[in-house]
T-cell receptor, first 112, second 110 residues
Framework: NAGVTQTPKFQVLKTGQSMTLQCAQD?????MSWYRQDPGMGLRLIHY???????DQGEVPNGYNVSRSTTEDFPLRLLSAAPSQTSVYFC???????????FGNGTRLTVT | QQQVKQSPQSLIVQKGGISIINCAYE??????FPWYQQFPGKGPALLIA?????SEKKEGRFTISFNKSAKQFSLHIMDSQPGDSATYFC?????????FGEGTQLTVNP
């Protein structure tokens, strides 16, 4: 059972480039989220989804887009990368509001 | 927007000691307060969670204490071990979302 799979593990981008961070889960969870982790700032919610076709913004959505066409996949798109988006990105899924989040192992992104 | 304040930012404890991490939240309309543990290079994983209808929950060496009137909850790690060295996050739900504290980096010296 793979759980939550994130790709790539590492990525270096130049300012202005775009890319998509992939996230897939095989637990049939309705809820999926994207967080970024920065030193001293904890985990901040970027976007989340409560089911296929439904997405909403979190605390820090600017510069990021998401879509949820299937239950399994929840990609995060960086439209025009900026150095401020240098961070570690985590995708998570869970069954419902009060159920545990299952995290992937993260994507470490550096924007130069 | 739910605010969750966690302290301390870092903590160093000797093996066998007690580690205590605190969290304070603002909104009272919650029914689930989890703690997550994160090892380097890995995503966070649920460690223990409590619902506000109880004041304490214990699982092995880990205990959550909940003070509803003070809007605080804390994690106690008894008999701390070097393998407990990790980053710990408290969290509070806000609708369909989960808001995390800033994290506490725990180091347990042998």
């Amino acid at each position: 059972n793979a759980g939550v799979t994130q790709t790539p593990k590492f990525q270096v981008l130049k300012t202005g480039q775009s890319m998509t961070l992939q996230c897939a889960q095989d637990m049939n969870h309705e809820y999926m989220s994207w967080y970024r982790q920065d030193p001293g700032m904890g985990l901040r919610l970027i976007h989340y989804s409560v089911g296929a076709g439904i997405t909403d913004q979190g605390e820090v959505p600017n510069g990021y887009n998401v879509s949820r066409s299937t239950t399994e996949d929840f990609p995060l798109r960086l439209l025009s990368a900026a150095p401020s988006q240098t961070s570690v990105y985590f995708c998570a899924s869970h069954r419902g509001k009060d159920s545990p989040l299952h995290f992937g192992n993260g994507t470490r992104l550096t924007v130069t | 927007q739910q605010q969750v304040k966690q302290s301390p930012q870092s903590l160093i404890v000797q093996k066998g000691g007690i580690s205590i991490i605190n969290c304070a939240y603002e909104n009272t309309a919650f029914d689930y307060f989890p703690w997550y543990q994160q090892f380097p290079g890995k995503g966070p994983a649920l460690l223990i969670a409590i619902r506000p209808d109880v004041s304490e929950k214990k699982e092995g060496r880990f205990t959550i204490s909940f003070n509803k009137s003070a809007k605080q909850f804390s994690l106690h790690i008894m008999d701390s071990q070097p393998g407990d060295s990790a980053t710990y996050f408290c969290a509070a739900p806000s609708g369909s979302r989960l808001t995390f504290g800033e994290g506490t980096q725990l180091t347990v010296n042998p």
